[in-house]
Nanobody
Framework: QVQLVESGGGLVQAGGSLRLSCAAS????????VGWFRQAPGKEREFVAA????????HYTDSVKGRFTISRDNAKNTVYLQMVSLKPEDTAVYYC???????????????WGQGTQVTVSS
């Protein structure tokens, strides 16, 4: 198994930036695809971004394309989500997740962190 701990959330004004981090421990991190999901109050959890094991392939939901960037450092067992041009609608709890399956298969993510709150004020 792999354990995940997110950090880097906070309060930011619209147009600002944040970088989320997700530190992994346990089994070899490079063996997992990784993804970021988010859940806003009263809404279902939604997919945000994912990276393949090698960090060569990435995938984003349409609403964050061009603003968010997922990356990973397998040597540091860490995955990042760089967020720029933040909007109030990006407000949510952001979760890091890991999968032994295909990185674009949103149902394959079996390992989850506890989440970190991102609040974007208008």
């Amino acid at each position: 198994q792999v354990q995940l701990v997110e950090s880097g959330g906070g309060l930011v004004q619209a147009g600002g930036s944040l970088r989320l981090s997700c530190a992994a421990s346990g089994r070899t991190f490079s063996g997992y695809a990784v993804g970021w999901f988010r859940q806003a109050p009263g809404k279902e959890r939604e997919f945000v971004a994912a990276s393949s094991r090698s960090d060569v392939l990435t995938h984003y939901t349409d609403s964050v394309k061009g603003r968010f960037t997922i990356s990973r450092d397998n040597a540091k067992n860490t995955v990042y989500l760089q967020m720029v041009s933040l909007k109030p609608e990006d407000t949510a709890v952001y979760y890091c997740a890991a999968s032994v399956g295909y990185y674009r298969d949103r149902t394959s993510y079996a390992y989850w962190g506890q989440g970190t709150q991102v609040t974007v004020s208008s």
